[in-house]
């Protein structure tokens, strides 16, 4: 008994320390990638960091001898469409949007995405809708209203503010499809080809859109395509999928509030982002709203 439960603890302990590495990664992303942005165009980068993901997760499968689990001929479509939503949609649009504005902005734009996945469940999966989760899309809209409130008035980009909204509709329609499908494809085979095929079309966009001469080969843009290629698709997915194969799917619901809380702390004290009312209560709500909408009221305390 005491050794269950001594393991008990070390199980719940390393998925705290899995949380928080998720949080801490997702939340410093936006400053990173804003600063390797000023040296580099935003799609070319998006290719190439994605790019280089795919090509060191699908080393690592191969090595960790997975390679039998790629089941290509039935899965492709899988691959592809993930490709799209997850990738090129996704990746694009954030990426683009960081371009135009604060990434502290960005991320709470960016990270309406689970209040989005409440209403699409409840349209697409037929997923309970109780009082809570209404109050929690309400709030969600009303920031999104409130942060977006400089770009109404032209203080802020208003493309930019398009490019992350664009990006939480892509990243909560391919969350759910990659929920729908989770069960038919190796979960990290379908990251290593979503960031292969993302990342290849999007280089391509950028190839045909951007001028390849403009990317200064220096510092801070290796400091975002390694930080991009490594720690921020690889291991933060590797675990995101590991924390959802042991049933932790809510507990990573309940802190995603916390990314844009950091992210905009992270870009006002390191690149002296301006902190206004409007991104202030726009983060209260959203936060709000991501928390009711994920709220479980039946389930019991852990």
Not at 81 to 103: C, E, H, K, R, W
Not at 170 to 185: D, E, P
Not at 203 to 223: H, K, R, S, Y
Request: a positive charge; aromatic letters at 14%.
């Amino acid at each position: 008994m005491e050794k269950h439960v001594h393991q008990g603890g070390e199980n719940r302990a390393g998925n705290i320390i899995y949380l928080m590495f998720l949080v801490i990664v997702w939340a410093s992303s936006f400053s990173i990638y804003k600063v390797a942005l000023g040296h580099t165009p935003p799609l070319l980068f998006a290719g190439l960091r994605s790019l280089l993901a795919g090509l060191l997760l699908g080393i690592w499968i191969v090595y960790r001898d997975r390679g039998a689990q790629i089941r290509w001929r039935q899965c492709w479509p899988i691959y592809l469409l993930s490709a799209l939503l997850n990738t090129v949609l996704f990746y694009g649009f954030q990426t683009v949007g960081i371009d135009y504005l604060p990434s502290g902005l960005m991320s709470v734009l960016v990270y309406f995405q689970p209040v989005l996945i409440g209403v699409l469940a409840w349209i697409w999966f037929g997923e309970a809708m109780n009082a809570l989760r209404i109050i929690g899309l309400v709030l969600g809209f009303l920031g999104v209203v409130a942060v977006s409130w400089e770009g109404i008035h032209g203080q802020v980009s208003a493309a930019g503010i398009a490019c992350g909204l664009a990006a939480a509709v892509s990243w909560a329609v391919g969350s759910l499809y990659v929920k729908k499908v989770f069960q038919q494809v190796d979960a990290m085979w379908m990251l290593t080809w979503q960031s292969l095929i993302g990342g290849a079309v999007l280089t391509v966009i950028g190839l045909g859109t951007e001028d390849w001469t403009a990317i200064a080969w220096n510092m801070p843009f290796w400091a975002g395509m390694l930080f991009g290629g490594t720690l921020g698709i690889p291991a933060a997915f590797y675990i995101y999928f590991k924390m959802i194969s042991l049933g932790e799917a809510s507990r990573i619901a309940s802190v995603t509030y916390l990314v844009p809380l950091l992210a905009v702390i992270i870009g006002t004290v390191f690149l002296s982002e301006p902190l206004s009312a409007s991104l202030l209560i726009g983060f209260a709500l959203i936060g709000s709203g991501i928390y009711l909408t994920n709220r479980n009221p039946g389930a019991p305390a852990k």
